[in-house]
């Protein structure tokens, strides 16, 4: 019996519970109503005028000299760091000369005795001259001494050339400056070791920069020297204005791809230093057998990236919205190209006052 009473109340009080539970939610202050409208700006894509090129590149000298010796031997001094601004044959750093300063040696000394050697032979062909037209020796003998007059004179010769190339080699040990211009960077110190062809410095030619840039073979027909190219440097936002100089006719050594170098004019190129990434905007010739056809851009402010997709929320035409799924190319300034996924007539957001999802009502802002 008092069992029975006891589960009696256990119902009881979870049933009170429930229903406390649900009076208090009856009376609860209802949530804000999901489907007021959200107030965006809308924009449609911008379309470039067809055969515009898009490519990415980077500011380099005109001249730069990668700087380093043909012997081996250890750096006995290094006279310029990065920054430094050289004359054209100043001297940059010496390499260790010793053994070829012993070779120099040994090739001076063959020469004295190749040189004395050479007197010897000489003396002894012209005597055999006179004795042979006295008919005091034999055409054989005069012929003998004259081959070893050749002899001496060619062993003469060889130490001589031995001499030059030492000379040679020891130009080698003092790295100079090719031309006028800036160490860009200094690849080793001096107490170490150098090796034929290990790049020590690198000297640019300051003032004469250029743009370095890649094209692929589907837009290379497009281009030709001397067309204008608008140039943006992405960490300055400065606009410059070029023309292309240099198209590169294979991409064998490129991986695909045609390098393309435009020129800046010298007054533009305040400020500017080698290496910066620059946008470079082409207007090509459009191919005649091929559609004038032109790129979509839109702000780059207006993508919506999730995980690895980009997209962009279109306006319906019942002033909802849905998130559309772009394939994007280039970006130049603050714009992107769009390869696929809207067209020019579509309507995108540009910006939200408010959280955009698929379906949201949204208010158009003028």
């Known amino acids: 019996m008092i069992t029975s009473t006891f589960k009696s109340l256990k119902i009881y009080a979870i049933i009170s519970v429930a229903s406390l539970l649900a009076a208090c939610s009856s009376h609860e202050k ?7 409208p959200v107030a965006v700006v809308v924009s449609t894509p911008a379309k470039s005028a067809g055969g ?25 001094s290094i006279n310029v760091k990065p920054g430094d601004r050289v004359a054209k044959g100043a001297l940059l750093a010496t390499i260790s000369s010793q053994d070829m300063m012993a070779k120099k040696a040994q090739a001076s000394a063959m020469i004295a005795e190749a040189e004395a050697a050479a007197r010897n032979a000489g003396k ?3 005597r055999y001259q006179t004795l042979y037209k006295q008919q005091s020796v034999s055409a054989k003998e005069l012929e003998n001494v004259s081959l070893q007059n050749t002899s001496a004179q060619s062993r003469l010769e060889a130490a001589r050339q031995m001499r030059n190339e030492v000379n040679a080699m020891l130009a080698y040990t003092q790295i100079r400056a090719p031309f006028s211009g800036v160490i860009t960077q200094k690849l080793a110190d001096a107490g170490s070791m150098a090796s034929p062809g290990m790049p020590l410095l690198i000297l640019e030619q300051g003032g004469n920069l250029r743009v370095t840039a890649t094209v692929p073979e589907s837009e290379v027909s497009q281009i030709k ?9 992405k960490s300055t936002g400065k606009q410059l204005h070029g023309k292309v100089v240099e198209l590169s006719p294979s991409s064998t050594a490129s991986g695909g791809q045609y390098l393309v170098k435009i020129s800046i004019p010298t007054a533009e190129q305040k400020g500017l230093l080698s290496g910066m990434y620059v946008n470079a905007t082409l207007t090509g010739k459009q191919v005649s057998d091929q ?10 402010s207006a993508l919506v990236t999730r995980d690895q997709l980009t997209g962009v929320y279109v306006l319906n035409g019942n002033n909802t919205v849905s998130l559309r799924w772009l394939r994007i190319g280039k970006t130049v300034g603050d714009e992107v190209e769009v390869l696929s996924g809207l067209n020019a007539t579509e309507r995108y957001v540009l910006r939200a006052e408010g959280k955009l999802y698929n379906g949201a009502v949204v208010i158009e802002k003028r």
């Open 291 to 300: 559609p004038a056809t032109g790129n979509l851009r839109i702000p780059v």
């Open 30 to 36: 209802p949530s804000e109503n999901s489907d007021k």
């Open 124 to 126: 002894d062909y012209a």
């Open 225 to 233: 020297v001397g067309d204008v190219a608008t140039v943006d440097v």
């Open 52 to 76: 515009e090129i898009l490519l990415s590149g980077k500011l380099e000298s005109e001249n730069t000299a990668n700087l380093s010796t043909r012997v081996m031997g250890y750096i006995t």
